[in-house]
């Protein structure tokens, strides 16, 4: 199970930092990853890391700007996001697989948590 939070109203130009907890059988993970939906687009990749590893992989368009980060300890994943645009507005969603993939794509994610609005102001 996932559990997101973090969300908010921010200017843009501001900050925001999502967590996502995990319970239940964590030591399955290969991956987690950030994705993210706005009103009528599909489902798109934000950023990816794995479990064990430091190696993280990002969409263009937060490359520079977002860092996801874990701490296993806590098994919390991080998305910190700085320089916030309005296009940045979406619903941002979590997700773990125990696969060996890459993470790009949805469909390769197992488990979803719920999503947290992220609402960017111009």
Known sequence: Q?????????QAGGSLRLSCEAS???F???RLGWFRQAPGKEREF???????GDRTSYADSVKGRFTISRDNAKNTVYLQMNSL???????????TSN????????YEYDYWGQG?????SS
Do not use: F, I
């Open 2 to 10: 996932l559990q997101a939070s973090g969300g908010g109203l921010v």
């Open 46 to 52: 934000v950023a990816t890391v794995r479990w064990r």
């Open 116 to 120: 947290t609005q992220v609402t960017v």
């Open 24 to 26: 239940g059988r964590t």
């Open 85 to 95: 645009k309005s296009e940045d507005t979406a619903v941002y969603y979590c997700a």
């Open 99 to 106: 696969r060996l993939v890459d993470g790009y794509r949805s």
């Open 28 to 30: 399955s993970y290969y």
